[in-house]
C-alpha cells in the first residue's frame, strides 16, 4: 500500500498531481479541505461538531479531523493507497496519522513536497486567480502572506519526515508531465 503526504506551497500544483497520481497508482485523494466542506455541507455528527469550532473562529481540534479522515479512509477498504493533501500540518498531526495507518496495518509511505520558487507561485497564483474567482488567488499580499504561512508549518513536517527517511523533495517546475514523472521516480522507489 502506497499512503503519501503531499505538500507544497499555494500554487505549486498539488491538486494537479494528486489528479495524474491516484489514477497511476489507483490512489484515494484525499484533502482536508473537502472532506472538511462535505462533512459541514452535509451536517454529518462531525461536520457540525468541527463547524462549532470554526464558528467560534477557532481551530477544528486534531482529534476532530482524525476522525474524519479516519472515516474516508474506512470508506475505501480496498484502496491501494491514499493520497493525504492538507494534512498533516503539525508533528502532533503527522503522529496521528501515524497511528491512525499503523490501526489500518500500514503507515506513510513518502511525504512528497513539490518546491517551487515564491516569484514562480506568485505568478501562479495571480493568474489562477483570473479564473478562479478565489479572493486569496487574486491579491499579491495575501498570496505572499499564505506563502510565507506554509513555510512557518512545515519546516516542522519537513524535519519530521526527514528523520524517518521519508521525506522527498521534488521540483515543481516544468510541465505537468515531468513533475508528474519526477514524483513517479520517488514513488517507485518505495
Given at each position: 500500500?502506497?499512503n503519501?503526504?503531499l505538500?507544497?506551497?499555494?500554487?505549486?500544483?498539488?491538486?494537479?498531481?494528486?489528479?495524474?497520481?491516484k489514477?497511476?497508482?489507483?490512489?484515494?485523494h484525499?484533502?482536508?479541505?473537502?472532506v472538511?466542506?462535505f462533512?459541514?455541507?452535509n451536517?454529518t455528527?462531525?461536520?457540525?461538531?468541527a463547524?462549532?469550532?470554526?464558528d467560534?473562529?477557532?481551530l477544528?481540534?486534531?482529534?476532530?479531523?482524525?476522525?474524519?479522515?479516519?472515516?474516508?479512509?474506512e470508506?475505501n477498504?480496498?484502496?491501494?493507497?491514499?493520497i493525504?493533501?492538507?494534512?498533516?500540518?503539525?508533528?502532533?498531526?503527522a503522529d496521528?496519522?501515524?497511528?491512525?495507518?499503523?490501526?489500518?496495518?500500514?503507515?506513510?509511505?513518502?511525504?512528497?513536497?513539490?518546491?517551487?520558487?515564491?516569484?514562480?507561485?506568485?505568478?501562479?497564483?495571480l493568474e489562477?486567480g483570473?479564473?478562479?474567482?478565489?479572493?486569496?488567488?487574486?491579491?499579491?499580499?495575501?498570496?505572499r502572506?499564505?506563502?510565507?504561512?506554509?513555510?512557518?508549518?512545515?519546516?516542522?513536517?519537513?524535519?519530521?519526515?526527514?528523520?524517518?527517511?521519508?521525506?522527498?523533495g521534488?521540483?515543481?517546475?516544468?510541465?505537468?508531465e515531468?513533475?508528474?514523472e519526477?514524483?513517479s521516480?520517488?514513488?517507485?522507489?518505495?
Amino acid at each position: 500500500m502506497i499512503n503519501l503526504v503531499l505538500f507544497g506551497p499555494p500554487g505549486a500544483g498539488k491538486g494537479t498531481q494528486a489528479e495524474f497520481l491516484k489514477e497511476k497508482y489507483e490512489l484515494v485523494h484525499i484533502s482536508t479541505g473537502d472532506v472538511f466542506r462535505f462533512n459541514i455541507k452535509n451536517a454529518t455528527e462531525l461536520g457540525v461538531l468541527a463547524k462549532s469550532f470554526i464558528d467560534k473562529g477557532q481551530l477544528v481540534p486534531d482529534e476532530v479531523t482524525i476522525n474524519m479522515l479516519n472515516a474516508e479512509v474506512e470508506k475505501n477498504p480496498e484502496a491501494k493507497g491514499f493520497i493525504f493533501d492538507g494534512f498533516p500540518r503539525t508533528s502532533a498531526q503527522a503522529d496521528a496519522l501515524a497511528e491512525l495507518l499503523t490501526s489500518k496495518g500500514t503507515d506513510v509511505s513518502a511525504m512528497v513536497a513539490l518546491e517551487v520558487e515564491d516569484e514562480v507561485l506568485v505568478k501562479r497564483l495571480l493568474e489562477r486567480g483570473k479564473t478562479s474567482g478565489r479572493a486569496d488567488d487574486a491579491d499579491e499580499s495575501v498570496i505572499r502572506n499564505r506563502i510565507a504561512v506554509y513555510y512557518k508549518e512545515t519546516a516542522i513536517l519537513k524535519d519530521y519526515y526527514q528523520a524517518k527517511d521519508k521525506y522527498f523533495g521534488v521540483d515543481g517546475v516544468g510541465s505537468i508531465e515531468e513533475i508528474t514523472e519526477r514524483i513517479s521516480k520517488v514513488i517507485n522507489t518505495l
